[in-house]
C-alpha cells in the first residue's frame, strides 16, 4: 500500500490548547507546520475545562501577582513541583490571557470593564478568568480561529492558506521516528479512508493531553488514552512522577451512564458546599496539618470569606483537589455517602436560581438533561473521577525540550513536572498556553540550529509500518473492547486513589498479563474508522501508561498529592527530593529515582522558613533562606 | 433493570448502504450513545460512531435519531415509548464516509472564508475595556459547540448540494453576527459581507436551526434576523442608498 507522504518544519501532536498555541509560535517564525488532530479540530480534551484560566493579573484583587500564584502552585503541588515551570507558569500565564482576548476570546468581565476572576481552590485571591462555565471551550474555539486567521494571512501573502499551517484531522500516529538519536518525523495513519501517512519532520511536539481512560472512572474522552506518553517512551524519551494522578473530587455518580463526568469546581467557588448524608459539612473534619493556618474551622467563618475574604479564612471545600477528594472518599467508605454512592454538592442554598444558571449555565443543562436534577432547587450527587495526570514527559522547563531525545518538544497535560503531586484547578488551561508557546518557541530554537533535516530510513519506516499493522495479522484473538474494560477495572480497583504495595504489586502481575493477551487482540473489518482496530492501537498506549503509573507508585513510600498509599499514610520530605523517572527497555518499564533540583534562594524566599519546614529535610532547611511574604 | 431494545443502524459508505437492525441491552438513566457503544463492544467492533466529551459540550457525535438531527449523548433512551425501535443514521447534509460518520469538511472550509476578529490596531494587550452587557451578545453566539446540527437541518443545503457553493450556514451567520456584535472588532461591512458572500439572504427564516441547537441559541432571532434587518435598510433605504453612492460609505452599522 502506497504512503502519503509530507514533509514539514515542525509537526505538532495534538490541537487542542497546547498544541495550536505551540503551531502559532512556529508559524509565526516563519516555519511550516503541520497540526494533527486525533478527532476533528476543534474537538480536543480542552473544551471539557469548565471552570476558568489561573492568571494572576489582579482584576478582582490588586494584591495578586505572579510571587503569589507561584506559592499556591507549589503549596498546592506539596512542592515537588519544577520550580521553574512553576515560576515560568506564574509570570507569563497573565500575558497568554490577554494574548487570548487579541485573538477574539470574550471573557466575563468585571464592573470596570475588565477581565473577570472567579475563586478556585488552592488560589489566595480570585484569579480564574473566565466564562460562564464553558472557558474551555473559549479557549479552543479562540485558537482555532487564530489558526484560521494566520491561514488566512498566508493566503493573501502565499496564494495557498495551508502554505504554513494545515490542519490533519482525523489522523492518529502510531510512531514518533527516529534517526541517529534524534526525532526525524512521525507516523500514522488517515481514520477516514485508512491511509498510512508519514511526516517527515526536524522538530515533533508532543501535546497529547492525559491518560483518563486507562480508568473505569474519568472525566476523559475516548481520546486521553496516554498517546503521547507512550509515543515519547517508545522514542527514547522519559516519563517523571507518574503515579500522581489526580481524581477530582466531584465527578457525576448517577445515573451510571455519566459516571465520572466533571462538574466543576466553580460550584465550590462560587458557594456550594458539600455535606454527607447525616447533612454534615464535613471537609471541616478533613483540613490537613499543612494548610490549617489558611482555611475556616467554622461554617460561620466559612460562609462569611463569600462576602469578606480580607478579614475571613477560606471554606474547606475550597482546599486543593487531592485534599477534598480524598475526604469524599473516606466519607463514603465510612458509610455516610449519598444513595448512589457519592456525597452531596448544594449550591441551591447559597445562590438564586438565576444567578445560578449565568454562572453555572453548562451545569444546570447537564444535571437536568442528564441526571433529571435541577441544581436550583436540589443538591448533585458527586464523587471522585480520574481526571489528570501530573506526571508526564520529562522536558527541559524553559524550552519544553524532551530529555532523552533530541528534537522532541512536550506541552500540557502530556508533559510533566509543572503541577508537582497535584495541579491546582485554573492552572491547567494557563499551563497549555504558557508551554505550549514554550515548546513552539523550543522547536524554533532547535530548528535554526539543526538546519539539516534528518533523513528518514526505509528500515525506519518500515518498522513503523509494520507495527501500525501488527492487529490484522492475529485472527481469532480476544476483542480489544473487553481488554480495555479488563484494563480499567484493575487501574481502578489497584492504582487507584487509594494504593497499597500489595495492591500495586498485584496490579503489576496483572498488568504483565495484559502485555500477554494484548499481543493477539484480533481486530475484524478494514482499517477506514474502525474503532475495534482504533482501540487495538490506543491499548498498547494505555498499557504502557498504567506500567509507569504502577510501578512509580509502588516506588513512592509516602502519601502525597495525587498519590496516597494507605501504608504510608504520611508525606516525608525525603521523598519530597525524588522524582521518579520512567523508561522503556527493550519491552519492560524501567523506574528510577533522581533527585529533584532545589529551590533556589529567591523563590524560596517568598515562603516564610517554617511553610518551608513543613516539606523540607532539616538539611535542606539548614540550607535555605526562607523569607517572609 | 436492563431492557432490550431495538436498534435500526445505518451502515454502508460513499458507495450505499442499508440498515442493520440489532437488539441490545438499555440501562436506566442511557443516552443513545451509551447503547451504541455497547453495540460496538459485544456485536459490531468495527462501527463507525464520532463522539468525544459524552457530555454535550464537544459537539462530535451529530447523527439523526428516528430522522431528526440529535448529539446522541444528550439523546436519553427513556425519551422513546417502550418497544420503540429506534433509527439512526448518519447527517444527511453530509457525504457519508463510514457508517454514522460523515465529511462535515463542508464546514471547516466555510469557517476559513469568514474574515477573522480585527481590534483596534492600538489596542495593547491587557488594555480592552468592555462592559459584561456589551459583550453577552456575542458570548450567546460563542456558546456554540460546532456540532453542525444546524447545518444539517437547514433546507438550504440539506438536499440542495447546489447551494452549498454559496450558502455558508446558520453555523457561520452567528459566527459573522458574534464578530459584527463584537464590542471592539473593527472590520466594516460584516453584514454585507454576509449577504453578498455567504449567502445570508437565501435564508428564509424557518427557525429550524434554533430548533435542533443543543446550546438552545437563538439564531435566528439574535442573529439571522438582526443582520438581514440591517442589510435590508441599507438596501431599500433610498436616502442612505444614495448616501452610501455619493460618500462611498458603505458601512451599515
Same mark, same amino acid.
Given at each position: 500500500?502506497?504512503?502519503?507522504?509530507?514533509?514539514?518544519?515542525?509537526?505538532?501532536?495534538?490541537?487542542?490548547?497546547?498544541?495550536?498555541?505551540?503551531?502559532?509560535?512556529?508559524?509565526?517564525?516563519?516555519?511550516?507546520?503541520?497540526?494533527?488532530?486525533?478527532?476533528? $479540530?476543534?474537538?480536543?480534551?480542552?473544551?471539557?475545562?469548565?471552570?476558568?484560566?489561573?492568571?494572576?493579573?489582579?482584576?478582582?484583587?490588586?494584591?495578586?501577582?505572579?510571587?503569589?500564584?507561584?506559592?499556591?502552585?507549589?503549596?498546592?503541588?506539596?512542592?515537588?513541583?519544577?520550580?521553574?515551570?512553576?515560576?515560568?507558569? @506564574?509570570?507569563?500565564?497573565?500575558?497568554?490571557?490577554?494574548?487570548?482576548?487579541?485573538?477574539?476570546?470574550?471573557?466575563?468581565?468585571?464592573?470596570?470593564?475588565?477581565?473577570?476572576?472567579?475563586?478556585?481552590?488552592?488560589?489566595?485571591?480570585?484569579?480564574?478568568?473566565?466564562?460562564?462555565?464553558?472557558?474551555?471551550?473559549?479557549?479552543?474555539?479562540?485558537?482555532?480561529?487564530?489558526?484560521?486567521?494566520?491561514?488566512?494571512?498566508?493566503?493573501?501573502?502565499?496564494?495557498?492558506?495551508?502554505?504554513?499551517?494545515?490542519?490533519?484531522?482525523?489522523?492518529?500516529?502510531?510512531?514518533?521516528?527516529?534517526?541517529?538519536?534524534?526525532?526525524?518525523?512521525?507516523?500514522?495513519?488517515?481514520?477516514?479512508?485508512?491511509?498510512?501517512?508519514?511526516?517527515?519532520?526536524?522538530?515533533?511536539?508532543?501535546?497529547?493531553?492525559?491518560?483518563?481512560?486507562?480508568?473505569?472512572?474519568?472525566?476523559?474522552?475516548?481520546?486521553?488514552?496516554?498517546?503521547?506518553?507512550?509515543?515519547?517512551?517508545?522514542?527514547?524519551?522519559?516519563?517523571?512522577?507518574?503515579?500522581?494522578?489526580?481524581?477530582?473530587?466531584?465527578?457525576?455518580?448517577?445515573?451510571?451512564?455519566?459516571?465520572?463526568?466533571?462538574?466543576?469546581?466553580?460550584?465550590?467557588?462560587?458557594?456550594?458546599?458539600?455535606?454527607?448524608?447525616?447533612?454534615?459539612?464535613?471537609?471541616?473534619?478533613?483540613?490537613?496539618?499543612?494548610?490549617?493556618?489558611?482555611?475556616?474551622?467554622?461554617?460561620?467563618?466559612?460562609?462569611?470569606?463569600?462576602?469578606?475574604?480580607?478579614?475571613?479564612?477560606?471554606?474547606?471545600?475550597?482546599?486543593?483537589?487531592?485534599?477534598?477528594?480524598?475526604?469524599?472518599?473516606?466519607?463514603?467508605?465510612?458509610?455516610?455517602?449519598?444513595?448512589?454512592?457519592?456525597?452531596?454538592?448544594?449550591?441551591?442554598?447559597?445562590?438564586?436560581?438565576?444567578?445560578?444558571?449565568? %454562572?453555572?449555565?453548562?451545569?444546570?443543562?447537564?444535571?437536568?438533561?442528564?441526571?433529571?436534577?435541577?441544581?436550583?432547587?436540589?443538591?448533585?450527587?458527586?464523587?471522585?473521577?480520574?481526571?489528570?495526570?501530573?506526571?508526564?514527559?520529562?522536558?527541559?522547563?524553559?524550552?519544553?525540550?524532551?530529555?532523552?531525545?533530541?528534537?522532541?518538544?512536550?506541552?500540557?497535560?502530556?508533559?510533566?513536572?509543572?503541577?508537582?503531586?497535584?495541579?491546582?484547578?485554573?492552572?491547567?488551561?494557563?499551563?497549555?498556553?504558557?508551554?505550549? %508557546?514554550? @515548546?513552539?518557541?523550543?522547536?524554533?530554537?532547535?530548528?535554526?540550529?539543526?538546519?539539516?533535516?534528518?533523513?528518514?530510513?526505509?528500515?525506519?519506516?518500515?518498522?513503523?509500518?509494520?507495527?501500525?499493522?501488527?492487529?490484522?495479522?492475529?485472527?481469532?484473538?480476544?476483542?480489544?473492547?473487553?481488554?480495555?474494560?479488563?484494563?480499567?477495572?484493575?487501574?481502578?480497583?489497584?492504582?487507584?486513589?487509594?494504593?497499597?504495595?500489595?495492591?500495586?504489586?498485584?496490579?503489576?502481575?496483572?498488568? @504483565?498479563?495484559?502485555?500477554?493477551?494484548?499481543?493477539?487482540?484480533?481486530?475484524?473489518?478494514?482499517?477506514?474508522?474502525?474503532?475495534?482496530?482504533?482501540?487495538?492501537?490506543?491499548?498498547?498506549?494505555?498499557?504502557?501508561?498504567?506500567?509507569?503509573?504502577?510501578?512509580?507508585?509502588?516506588? %513512592?513510600?509516602?502519601?502525597?498529592?495525587?498519590?496516597?498509599?494507605?501504608? $504510608?499514610?504520611?508525606?516525608?520530605?525525603?521523598?519530597?527530593?525524588?522524582?521518579?523517572?520512567?523508561?522503556?527497555?527493550?519491552?519492560?518499564?524501567?523506574?528510577?529515582?533522581?533527585?529533584?533540583?532545589?529551590?533556589?534562594?529567591?523563590?524560596?524566599?517568598?515562603?516564610?522558613?517554617?511553610?518551608?519546614?513543613?516539606? $523540607?529535610?532539616?538539611?535542606?532547611?539548614?540550607?535555605?533562606?526562607?523569607?517572609?511574604? | 433493570?436492563?431492557?432490550?431494545?431495538?436498534?435500526?443502524?445505518?451502515?454502508?459508505?460513499?458507495?450505499?448502504?442499508?440498515?442493520?437492525?440489532?437488539?441490545?441491552?438499555?440501562?436506566?438513566?442511557?443516552?443513545?450513545?451509551?447503547?451504541?457503544?455497547?453495540?460496538?463492544?459485544?456485536?459490531?467492533?468495527?462501527?463507525?460512531?464520532?463522539?468525544?466529551?459524552?457530555?454535550?459540550?464537544?459537539?462530535?457525535?451529530?447523527?439523526?435519531?428516528?430522522?431528526?438531527?440529535?448529539?446522541?449523548?444528550?439523546?436519553?433512551?427513556?425519551?422513546?415509548?417502550?418497544?420503540?425501535?429506534?433509527?439512526?443514521?448518519?447527517?444527511?447534509?453530509?457525504?457519508?464516509?463510514?457508517?454514522?460518520?460523515?465529511?462535515?469538511?463542508?464546514?471547516?472550509?466555510?469557517?476559513?472564508?469568514?474574515?477573522?476578529?480585527?481590534?483596534?490596531?492600538?489596542?495593547?494587550?491587557?488594555?480592552?475595556?468592555?462592559?459584561?452587557?456589551?459583550?453577552?451578545?456575542?458570548?450567546?453566539?460563542?456558546?456554540?459547540?460546532?456540532?453542525?446540527?444546524?447545518?444539517?437541518?437547514?433546507?438550504?443545503?440539506?438536499?440542495?448540494?447546489?447551494?452549498?457553493?454559496?450558502?455558508?450556514?446558520?453555523?457561520?451567520?452567528?459566527?459573522?453576527?458574534?464578530?459584527?456584535?463584537?464590542?471592539?472588532?473593527?472590520?466594516?461591512?460584516?453584514?454585507?459581507?454576509?449577504?453578498?458572500?455567504?449567502?445570508?439572504?437565501?435564508?428564509?427564516?424557518?427557525?429550524?436551526?434554533?430548533?435542533?441547537?443543543?446550546?438552545?441559541?437563538?439564531?435566528?432571532?439574535?442573529?439571522?434576523?438582526?443582520?438581514?434587518?440591517?442589510?435590508?435598510?441599507?438596501?431599500?433605504?433610498?436616502?442612505?442608498?444614495?448616501?452610501?453612492?455619493?460618500?462611498?460609505?458603505?458601512?451599515?452599522?
Amino acid at each position: 500500500m502506497s504512503i502519503e507522504r509530507y514533509s514539514y518544519d515542525v509537526v505538532v501532536i495534538g490541537a487542542g490548547g497546547a498544541g495550536l498555541r505551540a503551531a502559532v509560535e512556529a508559524r509565526e517564525a516563519g516555519f511550516k507546520v503541520a497540526i494533527i488532530c486525533k478527532s476533528l $479540530f476543534g474537538k480536543a480534551h480542552t473544551v471539557m475545562a469548565e471552570g476558568g484560566i489561573a492568571a494572576a493579573m489582579g482584576n478582582a484583587n490588586s494584591s495578586d501577582n505572579w510571587q503569589v500564584h507561584f506559592r499556591d502552585t507549589m503549596r498546592g503541588g506539596k512542592f515537588l513541583n519544577n520550580w521553574r515551570m512553576a515560576e515560568l507558569h @506564574a509570570k507569563e500565564s497573565p500575558e497568554r490571557v490577554w494574548e487570548l482576548e487579541m485573538w477574539g476570546a470574550l471573557f466575563d468581565r468585571t464592573k470596570e470593564g475588565k477581565i473577570s476572576q472567579r475563586n478556585f481552590g488552592g488560589h489566595e485571591y480570585p484569579r480564574l478568568a473566565h466564562v460562564g462555565d464553558r472557558t474551555g471551550l473559549e479557549l479552543i474555539r479562540t485558537m482555532q480561529q487564530r489558526i484560521v486567521a494566520l491561514q488566512q494571512q498566508d493566503g493573501k501573502n502565499n496564494g495557498d492558506m495551508e502554505s504554513h499551517i494545515r490542519v490533519f484531522a482525523e489522523v492518529t500516529i502510531t510512531d514518533v521516528l527516529v534517526e541517529n538519536g534524534k526525532a526525524a518525523g512521525v507516523y500514522g495513519y488517515r481514520r477516514e479512508d485508512g491511509s498510512e501517512i508519514l511526516f517527515e519532520a526536524g522538530a515533533v511536539v508532543l501535546a497529547t493531553g492525559g491518560i483518563g481512560k486507562s480508568f473505569k472512572v474519568t472525566s476523559n474522552s475516548w481520546e486521553g488514552t496516554g498517546d503521547g506518553h507512550a509515543l515519547a517512551l517508545r522514542a527514547g524519551g522519559k516519563l517523571i512522577d507518574m503515579e500522581f494522578v489526580q481524581f477530582h473530587p466531584t465527578g457525576m455518580v448517577w445515573p451510571p451512564s455519566v459516571r465520572g463526568i466533571l462538574v466543576t469546581e466553580s460550584v465550590r467557588g462560587d458557594g456550594g458546599v458539600l455535606t454527607n448524608s447525616e447533612g454534615r459539612r464535613f471537609m471541616f473534619d478533613y483540613i490537613p496539618e499543612v494548610f490549617k493556618d489558611k482555611y475556616a474551622d467554622t461554617e460561620a467563618e466559612a460562609d462569611r470569606w463569600y462576602k469578606d475574604q480580607a478579614n475571613n479564612r477560606r471554606p474547606p471545600e475550597l482546599l486543593p483537589r487531592d485534599e477534598v477528594a480524598r475526604a469524599i472518599n473516606s466519607e463514603v467508605k465510612a458509610g455516610r455517602g449519598s444513595p448512589h454512592g457519592g456525597v452531596f454538592l448544594d449550591v441551591s442554598k447559597r445562590l438564586p436560581a438565576e444567578e445560578i444558571k449565568r %454562572r453555572l449555565p453548562s451545569m444546570w443543562h447537564q444535571f437536568k438533561e442528564l441526571a433529571d436534577v435541577d441544581i436550583t432547587e436540589q443538591p448533585m450527587e458527586v464523587g471522585p473521577t480520574c481526571h489528570y495526570v501530573m506526571g508526564g514527559v520529562q522536558v527541559e522547563p524553559d524550552t519544553a525540550a524532551a530529555v532523552g531525545l533530541q528534537g522532541l518538544f512536550a506541552a500540557g497535560e502530556v508533559a510533566g513536572g509543572m503541577h508537582g503531586s497535584n495541579r491546582l484547578g485554573g492552572n491547567s488551561l494557563s499551563d497549555l498556553l504558557v508551554f505550549g %508557546r514554550r @515548546a513552539g518557541m523550543g522547536a524554533v530554537a532547535y530548528l535554526k540550529g539543526n538546519a539539516a533535516k534528518p533523513t528518514l530510513s526505509e528500515g525506519t519506516i518500515k518498522r513503523a509500518q509494520e507495527r501500525l499493522n501488527e492487529p490484522f495479522t492475529n485472527t481469532g484473538g480476544e476483542n480489544p473492547y473487553t481488554i480495555h474494560q479488563e484494563l480499567q477495572q484493575t487501574t481502578n480497583d489497584l492504582v487507584g486513589i487509594i494504593r497499597t504495595k500489595k495492591e500495586l504489586e498485584e496490579s503489576l502481575e496483572k498488568l @504483565a498479563k495484559f502485555r500477554e493477551r494484548i499481543k493477539n487482540v484480533s481486530v475484524s473489518g478494514g482499517r477506514e474508522f474502525n474503532p475495534g482496530f482504533h482501540l487495538a492501537l490506543d491499548l498498547e498506549n494505555m498499557l504502557l501508561v498504567s506500567e509507569c503509573m504502577a510501578r512509580s507508585a509502588l516506588t %513512592r513510600e509516602e502519601s502525597r498529592g495525587g498519590h496516597t498509599r494507605e501504608d $504510608f499514610p504520611k508525606m516525608d520530605s525525603k521523598w519530597r527530593q525524588v522524582n521518579n523517572v520512567s523508561s522503556v527497555e527493550g519491552a519492560s518499564v524501567k523506574c528510577v529515582q533522581e533527585r529533584a533540583k532545589m529551590l533556589p534562594d529567591e523563590l524560596a524566599g517568598l515562603f516564610e522558613k517554617s511553610e518551608l519546614a513543613k516539606y $523540607f529535610t532539616e538539611d535542606e532547611l539548614a540550607g535555605v533562606k526562607g523569607g517572609s511574604n | 433493570m436492563a431492557r432490550p431494545i431495538k436498534l435500526r443502524i445505518w451502515r454502508g459508505n460513499k458507495d450505499g448502504g442499508d440498515f442493520h437492525t440489532v437488539t441490545v441491552d438499555a440501562n436506566e438513566g442511557e443516552v443513545v450513545l451509551d447503547v451504541i457503544h455497547r453495540v460496538q463492544a459485544t456485536q459490531l467492533p468495527d462501527l463507525a460512531v464520532r463522539w468525544n466529551c459524552k457530555a454535550g459540550k464537544c459537539g462530535s457525535c451529530s447523527m439523526e435519531i428516528n430522522g431528526k438531527p440529535r448529539l446522541a449523548c444528550m439523546t436519553r433512551m427513556n425519551s422513546f415509548e417502550e418497544g420503540e425501535t429506534i433509527t439512526v443514521t448518519p447527517l444527511r447534509a453530509f457525504p457519508v464516509i463510514r457508517d454514522l460518520v460523515t465529511d462535515v469538511s463542508f464546514n471547516y472550509k466555510k469557517a476559513m472564508e469568514i474574515p477573522a476578529y480585527a481590534p483596534p490596531a492600538n489596542l495593547k494587550p491587557g488594555e480592552a475595556r468592555m462592559e459584561q452587557i456589551d459583550v453577552e451578545r456575542s458570548q450567546e453566539f460563542r456558546k456554540c459547540i460546532e456540532c453542525f446540527l444546524c447545518q444539517d437541518t437547514c433546507h438550504v443545503i440539506r438536499d440542495h448540494e447546489e447551494n452549498k457553493k454559496s450558502f455558508a450556514g446558520p453555523r457561520f451567520f452567528i459566527r459573522i453576527a458574534e464578530l459584527d456584535m463584537h464590542p471592539l472588532d473593527t472590520l466594516r461591512n460584516r453584514k454585507q459581507t454576509a449577504q453578498e458572500n455567504h449567502g445570508l439572504g437565501m435564508c428564509n427564516i424557518t427557525k429550524c436551526c434554533t430548533e435542533v441547537c443543543p446550546e438552545h441559541i437563538r439564531i435566528t432571532d439574535n442573529a439571522i434576523i438582526p443582520m438581514k434587518e440591517r442589510v435590508v435598510d441599507v438596501k431599500y433605504d433610498p436616502v442612505r442608498w444614495l448616501g452610501s453612492k455619493i460618500r462611498k460609505r458603505e458601512d451599515i452599522s
